[in-house]
C-alpha cells in the first residue's frame, strides 16, 4: 500500500542523547515535512524539503537538522540542543502538481528521560 | 498566510449534522481554506479544501462566506469515529514550501 511510515511509534532516550527519527514515503512525493506536536497544542513545522538534497528551516529548527539523500526518506535528527525535545513528531508529504494536500504518516512519540 | 479562529470544543449528537465554524477575516483573494482533522495520537487527515465555491466531497461540505472572511465545515452524519480535533488552515499554493500552519483546531465530540 501507499503512504507513509514513522518509525518506531514511541521512542524513549535519556537527556543529553542525539536521536533520529525515521520517515519513509512511497508516493513518489517531491516535498516532505516535519511537524512538531506538544499536549493540546497544534502543530509547528521543524522542517521541509521540497527536492532531494534541498530542505528549508521551518519556524522552530534550532536543535534538529534533517537531511534528504533520498527522494523517499527525511529523517529528522533531534539533537541534546534541543531543550525541550519531549514531543510528538509528525511527518508529511506532498505532490507538487497541482493544488495537493499533505498526507501525514502516524507520528511518532518521543520521551526524553 | 492569514490566522484563523476557531471554537476551541463543541459536542454533537450522533447522526446529527456537525457544523464546524471557522473565522478567517484576514484571508486574501489567493488564499485557500483548507480542513484538516487529528484523531488522538494519530497524524491529521485531508478533508476538504475550497477557493470561493462551496464544496461537497464524500466526508464533507465547505461552505465559504461570498466575502469569504469565514466557512464552515459541515459533517453530514456524524459518528462516533468523527470524534477528533478539526483544524482550519488558509494558505497560499505558492511554490516555497506550501506549509500549513496549524492554530489550536476545534475539539469535537461526537456524543452517542
Known amino acids: 500500500d501507499g503512504g507513509i511510515t514513522q518509525s518506531p511509534k514511541y521512542l524513549f532516550r535519556k537527556e543529553g542523547q542525539n536521536v533520529t527519527l525515521s520517515c519513509e514515503q512511497n508516493?513518489?512525493?517531491?516535498?516532505m515535512y516535519w511537524y512538531r506536536q506538544d499536549p493540546g497544542q497544534g502543530l509547528r513545522l521543524i522542517y521541509y524539503?521540497?527536492?532531494?538534497?534541498?530542505?528549508q528551516k521551518g519556524d522552530i529548527a534550532e536543535g534538529y537538522s534533517v537531511s534528504r539523500e533520498k527522494k523517499e526518506s527525511f529523517p529528522l535528527t533531534v539533537t541534546s540542543a534541543q531543550k525541550n525535545p519531549t514531543a510528538f513528531y509528525l511527518c508529511?508529504?506532498?505532490?507538487?502538481?497541482?493544488?495537493?494536500?499533505?498526507?501525514f504518516g502516524p507520528g511518532t512519540r518521543l520521551t526524553v528521560l | 498566510d492569514a490566522k484563523t479562529t476557531q471554537p476551541p470544543s463543541m459536542d454533537c449528537a450522533e447522526g446529527r449534522a456537525a457544523n464546524l465554524p471557522c473565522n478567517h477575516s484576514?484571508?486574501?483573494?489567493?488564499?485557500?481554506v483548507y480542513w484538516y482533522r487529528q484523531i488522538h495520537s494519530q497524524g491529521p487527515q485531508y478533508i476538504i479544501h475550497?477557493?470561493?465555491n462551496n464544496e461537497t466531497n464524500e466526508m464533507a461540505s465547505l461552505i465559504i462566506t461570498e466575502d469569504r472572511k469565514s466557512s464552515t465545515l459541515i459533517l453530514p452524519h456524524a459518528t462516533l469515529r468523527d470524534t477528533a480535533v478539526y483544524y482550519c488552515?488558509?494558505?497560499?499554493?505558492?511554490?516555497?514550501?506550501?506549509?500549513?500552519?496549524f492554530g489550536g483546531g476545534t475539539r469535537v465530540l461526537v456524543k452517542p
Open positions: 484576514t484571508i486574501s483573494g489567493n488564499e485557500y
Open positions: 508516493l513518489n512525493h517531491d516535498a
Open positions: 475550497g477557493l470561493k
Open positions: 508529511a508529504s506532498r505532490g507538487t502538481s497541482g493544488y495537493n494536500e499533505q498526507f
Open positions: 488552515i488558509v494558505r497560499v499554493e505558492e511554490a516555497a514550501g506550501n506549509k500549513l500552519t
Open positions: 524539503s521540497q527536492i532531494v538534497n534541498d530542505f
